[in-house]
Nanobody, 121 residues
Framework: QVQLVESGGGLVQTGESLTLSCLAS????????RGWYRQAPGKEREFIAS????????TYSDSIKGRFTISIDNSKNTHYLQMTNMKPEDTGVYYC??????????????WGQGTQVTVSR
């Protein structure tokens, strides 16, 4: 089992920046894909970004590309979402994830409890 704990959510104004953190613990062997999703009020949960441990390869949603950056600090078992030039449409609950894949299929997937991010106009 893997436990994920997010932190860093809050209220910011349009154009400001915010960084979310996600601390992973537990049986992390092979659980090497880390990501972020968000759910805006009244909308479905959407993919934001993902990256793979020890690989310089990240994937981003078009809606945030160029403004958000995902990163990992392996020594701290923590991954981050750096958000810049934030917009009101970035408001929502942000969830971090960790998963293990095998040949393209998800074998295990874990979710954090979510952290609220609100961007005011």
């Amino acid at each position: 089992q893997v436990q994920l704990v997010e932190s860093g959510g809050g209220l910011v104004q349009t154009g400001e920046s915010l960084t979310l953190s996600c601390l992973a613990s537990g049986s992390l062997g092979g659980v090497d894909i880390r990501g972020w999703y968000r759910q805006a009020p009244g909308k479905e949960r959407e993919f934001i970004a993902s990256t793979k441990l020890h690989w310089d390869l990240s994937t981003y949603s078009d809606s945030i590309k160029g403004r958000f950056t995902i990163s990992i600090d392996n020594s701290k078992n923590t991954h981050y979402l750096q958000m810049t030039n934030m917009k009101p449409e970035d408001t929502g609950v942000y969830y971090c994830t960790a998963r293990r894949e095998y040949r393209g299929s998800t074998m295990e997937e874990y979710w954090g409890q979510g952290t609220q991010v609100t961007v005011s106009r």
